[in-house]
């Protein structure tokens, strides 16, 4: 919802409301094929991802009455209605071969046909997660929250026929097919495996990805295989490192070596969270040495994603359960969620997937740490209520936009000025192009990248033609917190400015950042 009012009392006003039903429940399923794998195609371009929310694996969980539901579990239409397209399914979620092959040579496919085929008639695009962890085949070795860790495989024949089996199974070309046709072509081999998710060597981790490889292509043609996502960018005397951790170089070095010439996988991925996910400044120097070092290895001009990102609301244990970290309040995390998106947007990463939806309770057995803050929406579990958070909203409005204005690929400029500005390109005529002006439907999104000491106007230098007429719309919901009882729904203030002679434009900026449209 849009309210008009004068731009400069932004900060100042009280919070608007309109009546509005936001019922999270899921009512909806798509059942036609042909219309599902037309709208998995038009999602197929959005950059908005979730990784990972907490899904039924059997219909008995999953009611259409959420009140019903087990705390935490969310229906994949509820996903869609808040704003995202793709989902990442990892762990439990995953495709897991111990999960599924119980008895040697005997496939138990209820869970995964369950899990993949209710995404599908959602209408959501999938990254599945491939494990290739089985007792049948390797000890049990527990790590946090109860699951195992991985190795490459001792019968290396057996995984490879349980894997092209699941392929062929999820391809949707009609044979062998799950009920339904779910089609899935995007997967992953393993998962942070530079980390305790993997047990083993860098060297066996490359060897398991090029024979995965070759299964998947040869089952189905279509998919596009990632590599496992890095964890993280780490550490030297508290600061953080770009580009990619020593197990990833080795990674590299081994496909190079026994597999040369070859492209085993088709995207990269990695994962960021909390500040050094917002730090649009960061993440550019990041991203620039990813693809230094992927270039090195034949992977130029390779599409990056980031499969992983998120940060926090509220004052959580830090990730040990040990301390309390800095107070986030449901605007910072809200604003932040979108210096997240930007940031890896401006950048030229092709997805970024949020985690997660509802929040998760008591994430690797430990309660209220900061994995248990960092969800869209509020988990009664850990608070005793359940309503979507300020940044639940933000990006359901900045996904709407996206689509309904057809927004495909943008880019930063002005680096060299005191604002991040990330321009989406409109109509273009003879006009704007001879002038190198703005054209009709040019958006941008600006904020100070040193935030303000207070609300207040500031000059941005948008090459603009003076007395032209901009909108300029608040991204952030005007509520401190998001909780409006399902029943109401934010303003998005806005306001109509004239550029000054200069062309910049005279902007007020108080704690969110703006999207300034070209009239």
């Known amino acids: 919802m849009i309210n008009r009012i004068p731009f400069c009392s932004f900060s100042f006003l009280i919070f608007l409301f309109i009546l509005s039903d936001v019922s999270l429940s899921a009512s909806f399923f798509l059942k036609d094929s042909a219309l599902l794998e037309l709208i998995s195609d038009h999602n ?28 935490g579990y969310d229906l994949p239409a509820e996903a869609v ?41 959602a209408g959501l695009r999938l990254i599945v997660v491939i494990h290739c962890f089985n007792r049948l085949d390797s000890p049990y070795r527990a790590i946090m929250g109860g699951g195992p860790s991985s190795r490459k495989p001792a019968n290396m024949k057996s995984y490879l026929k349980w894997l092209a089996a699941a392929i062929e199974r999820y391809d ?29 060597s860098p060297q066996n981790y490359a060897r398991l990805l090029i024979e995965s490889s070759d299964v998947i292509r040869k089952a189905n043609p279509k998919a596009e295989i990632l590599i496992a996502g890095t964890a993280g960018p780490g550490w030297i005397n508290g600061k953080p490192i770009c580009g990619l951790p020593q197990f990833y170089l080795e990674i590299l070095d ?24 917002s730090n649009t400044e960061f993440i550019a120097d990041h991203l620039r040495e990813i693809r230094r070092q992927l270039k090195k ?31 986030k309040s449901e605007r910072v995390q809200a604003f932040e969620l979108l210096r997240i998106y930007l940031g890896a947007l401006s950048e030229g990463v092709g997805k970024v997937f949020w985690c997660t939806l509802t929040e998760w ?34 990006l359901q409005n900045f996904s709407r ?31 704007t192009e001879k002038t190198k002006k703005p054209g009709a439907g040019d958006s941008w999104i600006v904020w100070p990248i040193e935030p303000p000491s207070g609300p207040g106007f500031q000059n941005v230098p948008i090459d603009g033609s003076a007395g032209t007429k901009y909108r300029v719309t608040e991204l952030l919901p005007a509520p401190v917190s998001g909780d409006f009882g399902n029943t109401l729904k934010p303003v998005f203030r806005e306001a109509i400015i004239t550029a000054e002679k200069n062309g910049d434009l005279k902007l007020f900026f108080g704690d969110s950042p703006l999207l300034v449209d070209a009239l």
């Open 81 to 121: 209605k808040a704003g995202f397209h793709w989902a990442r399914y990892c762990g439990f979620e995953g495709l897991v071969w111990d999960l599924v092959e119980t008895r040697p040579g005997i496939y138990d496919w209820s869970r995964t046909d369950y899990l993949f085929t209710e995404a599908w008639r």
């Open 172 to 200: 949707g070309d009609g044979v062998d097919d799950a009920p339904g046709s779910p089609i899935i072509n995007h997967w992953e081999v393993e998962n942070e495996v530079e980390t305790v998710f993997w047990n083993d």
């Open 297 to 327: 290895y034949g992977y130029d001009n390779y599409p990056v994603w980031c499969t992983e990102t998120g940060t926090y609301s509220g004052r959580p244990l830090d990730m040990e359960g040990k301390v309390r970290v800095p107070l």
């Open 44 to 71: 197929d371009a959005s950059p908005f991802g979730v990784h990972n929310p907490k899904v039924p694996d059997r219909p008995e969980m999953s009611p259409h009455n959420p009140g019903q539901r087990p705390f």
């Open 361 to 394: 309770h008591a994430f690797g057995g430990v309660e209220d740490t900061i994995w248990d803050n960092i969800g869209l929406i509020h988990n009664p579990a850990n608070h005793g209520r359940s309503y979507p958070k300020l940044a639940y909203f933000t």
């Open 254 to 277: 081994t496909l190079e070596s026994e597999a040369p010439g070859r492209k085993i996988f088709d995207i990269f991925n990695y994962h960021v969270y909390f500040d050094m996910a």
């Open 401 to 431: 936009l996206y689509e309904e204005r057809g927004w495909t690929e943008g880019k930063r400029i002005l680096r060299s000025s005191p604002f991040f500005i990330f321009c989406f390109q409109g109509e273009k005529t003879e006009k």
